[in-house]
């Protein structure tokens, strides 16, 4: 079955820097999207940014632009997500999912799949 690991999260310090890692098995498309989003506690699961293998498509939300680089492992089926300088509104349970639309972008309803989430916490 399909399944998707978050691994990399922790404790930062702000402007500090995390790489987060998605690994996804139990599938064997060669085209898909891969999504990555964060919640807050009481707060609505954001999306923050998208890689496709459709088309190379690439995307973050603005709260997350020129700060976090989405990029991908083709040969392990991995996706990363680097995160620099971290604010203290970063923190949150970050879930990487798995579309398979080429539509698929950064809304929640667009993904299939869901790995468990990986903590990330910024503070001083």
């Known amino acids: 079955q399909v399944q998707l690991v978050e691994s990399g999260g922790g404790l930062a310090q702000p402007g500090g820097s995390l790489t987060l890692s998605c690994a996804a098995s139990?599938?064997?498309?060669?085209?898909?999207?891969i999504g990555w989003f964060r919640q807050a506690p009481g707060k609505e699961r954001e999306g923050i940014s998208y890689?496709?293998?459709?088309?190379?498509?690439?995307n973050y939300a603005d709260s997350v632009k020129g700060r976090f680089t989405i990029s991908r492992d083709k040969g392990k089926k991995v996706v990363y997500l680097g995160m620099n300088n971290l604010k203290p509104e970063d923190t949150a349970v970050y879930y990487c999912?798995?579309?398979?639309?080429?539509?698929?972008?950064?809304?929640?309803?667009?993904?299939?799949?869901w790995g468990k989430g990986t903590q990330v916490a910024v503070s001083s």
């Open positions: 139990g599938f064997t498309l060669d085209d898909y999207v």
């Open positions: 890689i496709s293998t459709f088309d190379g498509d690439i």
């Open positions: 999912a798995l579309g398979l639309v080429q539509s698929a972008r950064l809304r929640v309803y667009e993904y299939a799949y």
